[in-house]
């Protein structure tokens, strides 16, 4: 410690003797001489005195120091050291964590908001967060790693403005990527950590980071670590997987596609697991967190289509297979058997291929029960945890949703000819349940067989033949009679409510179960003294709207069939004895309610405890498509013929509820294929822009041709009459001049050889003379020799006097040029001064025949540039067909689109035409209750004539009796007599 206070010293140039200097005041001189100094080494030093007192002394140090690390970090960029040295006490200034463990809440909370503020001014100007992220080129650990957590910081103070940050860093998002690759484990540790902050609720940057082959490299990770039975190094990833699969369809189908959904498989193998170990608590994080993935990839909430084949992978790659086991197996924890059992609900929910193979599932026992039975007895157990017996209820739903055969099965182990008497069964154990001492038990039960009926008239009818034994001696009774007698008896509320359910849902669309509903003459006074009592206590409340909704229900499904309580008996129960207003504020209570509004939000059961337990999903839906259907039955006269036969042409059909979800899922499968359209005409209209773009080059290109083709055209044609001043004179004088330095050159050869030419006629002609001054020979073959030789060097003096001719004509060639030189020259002075000038027309035509051979050159290019001007209109000719084809394609695309469209306009009329019958039977219903208010007021007129008529006959002395039958007639014979 006395080491670190010396080196402090003499990095501060304190002076012995002097008192202590204060924090300020020392994080003041540090950062005066990281400013000034000039040696890296006392820059360093002072850097790293900034760095052990960033964590004791954060607001000095982010208030003065700010600015300095950042300089040194771009300035001093080739020095690793300091700049880990910086980067670490931006670090600790940045981070929401205090610098002492002991501190103060109050304390600690400072720290926060100080952290907070600095994030705030870093990111101020986002050039700081740009060189973060380029100090992750670097590979050095005492760099990279302070980088990663310095961002994370940031992330943690300033998520958003990071978010954005980084995504618009053209490489930000592939650098915090690599850093999955480093081979040093903390490094890549903390970079999961990073991601996970960077990912979270940013669709967009989820997108990046899953086509960066996230999936690839986190399932590698995951295995790497052992899956399930890794450390934390596993739940980060899996963490980062949900963040990028949660409510993201895009990556959730990139998951699909990608088959990564195959390699989750070996994460479930649990078979060469000892059970005796048992499971750490770590083990049991990992597995709830990949079931969570899992359900991520098949939930209800997500688009349908993407829902469905993730479930068709699901059972194709073994992973439903592999829940199952685990799902029969001994040993597993409660919590993640409960998980288990809700991730499989979501795998079946709606796939039947999926229903029929759990249904085949058997248990390992003896002897080897359906997996249905087995779940359900934990269900009804009432020793089971709460949370358990919510996901076998939702597993039961999942598998009877939209399974026609599931639900026939369930409802014959209760018929008599296919009870087996030996075994348990799903029906006996439902009944157990429905009838036991347990309110819970009992709602589980009921709610479970309703949805066994739920949009299946077929199995509501068959389900009236079951028959229950009450007790020794007594004959058997219906379900449906058990259960009412049940109601009368009174109870407890989840008991009341999940009967109610049940039967209501019994009676939509079944007029045979409204039937024996009313056969039994004790149900509707219960229901009209349920409706009708008065209290304010909430539960008694949703009870009373529950008999409110069947009563409706016997109303609207009812066929006449029992005398007393047909529709219109009925109708006048609920007016005299229970008041049409108290029976529409008591069916107004059930939606009102927060468990039924929370009730409808998701098919999954999510409470926090049994007393939270009162409706259903699916009754909830059952309750929104009735509701109108009731209330307008209720309110129908008795000679509303129209609206009677419209409401009975709208409720009797027992597929009402089919019929609005069959659409709603038609109306869902065209969004999903309009979006498809949609991007594939994005991806059609990208191509067709670069496409475009290619044409525009090549056309440019092509253009470009044609210029440099015509301006050789013009070279090589150009007229001497032309009357442009600046173009009368050739450019090419510079080439004539070399012309003239080539005929000098071969001047020059010619010169010399004329003068060895000349010497060697001297020589000859003093050899001819010496020899003509000499005697001739005698003999005549010494004079024949002599003449030839003589007549040769005749010739070749001939020879030479016509070299020396044509030497002379190169004079004149020669003198030629140079005078035609001379006059370009003169040309090009004349030219520049005076336009128009004739001299130089003439002097091109001069040169006209010297340009010839340029223009022959000129022309073998232009057959060049022309060959290369055909193969670029070839390859004009083939893009223009590619974009034909993409023109069609869209074409066609565009079709489809009109079909859906016009497709949706059809459903939106049909919409709006089911809406205008609503308004004008609504209309209707309203002129009704009109003349129902002026009925009443002329009986209330009519009451008060007969009673003054009574009055003056007592006057009279008439005897008036009172007795009601009596006043009828009287009242009847009085009408008579006032019309005539």
Excluded at 853 to 860: D, H, P, T
């Amino acid at each position: 410690m006395e080491y670190f206070k010396s080196s402090l010293k003499n990095v501060l140039g304190a002076e012995a003797g002097k008192g202590q200097p204060s924090g300020a005041e020392t994080v003041e001189r540090l950062v005066e001489r990281v400013q000034t100094s000039t040696l890296l080494e006392d820059r360093r030093d002072a850097v790293r005195a900034l760095k052990s007192l960033s964590k004791k002394f954060k607001l000095e140090v982010g208030a003065q120091a700010m600015e300095t690390l950042l300089n040194v970090v771009v300035t001093d960029r080739s020095d690793t050291e300091i700049i880990g040295y910086a980067v670490d006490t931006l670090c600790n200034v940045m981070s929401p964590e205090s610098g002492d463990d002991d501190d103060a809440p109050e304390q600690a909370s400072d720290a926060v908001q100080l952290s907070d503020q600095f994030s705030e001014i870093f990111i101020k100007r986002s050039e700081n967060v740009a060189l973060m992220l380029d100090l992750l080129d670097e590979y050095d650990f005492h760099v990279r790693w302070p980088t990663v957590k310095l961002l994370t910081s940031l992330l943690a103070n300033r998520v958003k403005d990071i978010q954005e940050l980084v995504l618009t860093n053209p490489m930000g998002v592939s650098k915090l990527m690599d850093l999955l690759s480093d081979s040093r484990e903390v490094v890549r540790n903390d970079a999961l950590l990073l991601l996970q902050r960077l990912t979270k609720g940013h669709a967009n940057i989820q997108k990046i980071v899953a086509f960066e082959n996230a999936f690839d490299r986190l399932l590698v990770i995951v295995a790497e670590e052992g899956n399930s039975d890794g450390g934390i190094v596993v739940e980060d990833c899996l963490l980062l997987l949900l963040n990028l699969l949660k409510h993201n369809s895009s990556n959730q189908n990139f998951f699909k596609e990608g088959s990564f959904i195959q390699r989750l498989t070996t994460f479930f193998d649990l078979e060469s697991d000892d059970h005796s170990v048992g499971w750490s608590a770590q083990k049991v994080t990992n597995i709830h967190l990949m079931l969570q993935v899992v359900r991520t990839l098949v939930s209800p909430n997500n688009p349908l289509q993407i829902t469905a084949s993730c479930q068709r992978v699901m059972n194709s790659c073994a992973v439903l297979e592999q829940l199952c086991c685990i799902l029969m197996a001994s040993g597993v924890p409660a919590d993640i058997l409960t998980e288990t059992i809700n991730t499989v609900s979501e795998i079946i929910r709606g796939n039947h291929a999926n229903q029929e193979y759990f249904a085949s599932v058997m248990a390992p026992s003896n002897p080897p029960r359906p997996a249905i039975v087995v779940l359900l007895m934990s269900m009804v157990n009432e020793k089971q945890p709460f949370v358990l017996r919510c996901a076998v209820l939702y597993c039961f739903q999942s598998f009877l949703y939209k399974n026609e055969l599931g639900q026939a099965h369930i409802v014959q182990t209760l018929l008599p000819q296919t009870a087996d008497m030996t075994s348990v069964t799903a029906g006996q154990l439902l009944c157990g349940g429905m009838f036991s001492p347990d309110s819970l038990s009992n709602w589980f039960a009921a709610v479970a067989l309703s949805h066994a009926l739920t949009e299946n008239p077929t199995q509501k009818e068959q389900l009236l033949r079951v028959q229950l034994a009450t007790s020794l001696g007594n004959p058997p009774v219906s379900l449906l009679q058990q259960c009412t007698n049940i109601l009368s008896q009174g109870g407890k509320l989840q008991t009341k409510l999940g009967l109610l359910m049940l039967v209501c849902t019994w009676m939509v669309g079944c007029p045979i179960a409204v039937t024996h509903f009313l056969h039994n003459p004790a149900n509707v006074p219960y229901l009209t003294g349920q409706i009708g009592a008065v209290g304010d206590d909430e539960d008694e409340l949703l009870v009373h709207g529950l008999c409110a909704f069947l009563m409706g229900l016997g109303i609207q499904y009812n066929d006449d069939s029992v005398a007393d309580f047909t529709k219109e008996r009925l109708r006048q129960i609920i007016s005299k004895r229970i008041g049409l207003e108290t029976f529409m504020e008591k069916l107004d209570t059930i939606p009102k309610c927060d468990s039924y509004t929370k009730a409808a939000q998701k098919p999954q059961l999510k409470y926090r405890q049994p007393s939270d337990v009162l409706f259903d999903y699916e009754f909830t839906r059952l309750f929104k498509a009735q509701e109108s259907i009731v209330v307008r039955a209720v309110q129908a006269g008795p000679d509303d013929s129209s609206i009677n036969g419209e409401v009975r042409q709208q409720s009797t059909s027992p597929v009402d509820d089919s019929v609005i979800a069959r659409y709603k899922d038609l109306i869902r499968d065209q969004d999903l294929r309009i979006n498809e359209v949609r991007e594939q005409k994005g991806e059609v209209d990208s191509q067709l822009s670069r496409v475009s773009q290619q044409v525009e080059q090549l056309r440019s290109q092509v253009q470009q041709l044609k210029d440099q083709n015509a301006l050789l055209k013009v070279q090589k044609g150009i007229q001497p009459a032309s009357g442009d001043s600046s173009g009368g004179v050739p450019p090419d004088v510079s080439r004539f001049e070399q012309e003239l330095d080539d005929l000098r050159k071969i001047q020059e050869s010619r010169r010399q050889e004329i003068a060895e030419k000349n010497t060697t006629i001297e020589k000859l002609k003093s050899d001819l003379e010496s020899m003509q001054n000499q005697p001739l020979p005698t003999d005549d073959s010494k004079v024949g020799e002599l003449q030839g030789v003589i007549d040769k060097l005749h010739q070749e003096v001939n020879d030479l006097r016509g070299k020396a001719a044509e030497a002379e004509n190169f004079r004149s060639q020669n003198e030629d040029l140079k005078s035609q030189l001379s006059k370009l020259r003169e040309n090009l002075e004349s030219s520049a001064s005076v336009e128009g000038s004739t001299d130089a027309d003439k002097a091109i035509l001069a040169e006209k025949a010297a340009l010839e051979a340029k223009i022959a050159e000129l022309e073998g290019k232009l057959s060049m540039v022309a060959e290369s001007a055909s193969q670029g209109q070839e390859e004009l000719r083939r893009v223009v067909e590619e974009r034909s084809h993409l023109q069609e394609r869209l074409r066609k695309s565009n079709e489809d689109k009109l079909e859906m469209e016009s497709m949706l306009q059809k459903l939106e009329g049909r919409k709006k035409e089911l809406a205008e019958e609503k308004e004008v039977c609504q209309q209707e219903t309203d002129a009704v209750k009109k003349e129902q208010e002026d009925l009443l007021i002329l009986l209330s007129d009519q009451d008060t004539k007969i009673a003054r008529y009574r009055a003056k006959l007592k006057e009279l002395g008439e005897k008036v009796e009172d007795d009601d039958d009596d006043d009828d007639d009287f009242e009847d014979d009085l009408g008579e007599d006032l019309e005539d």
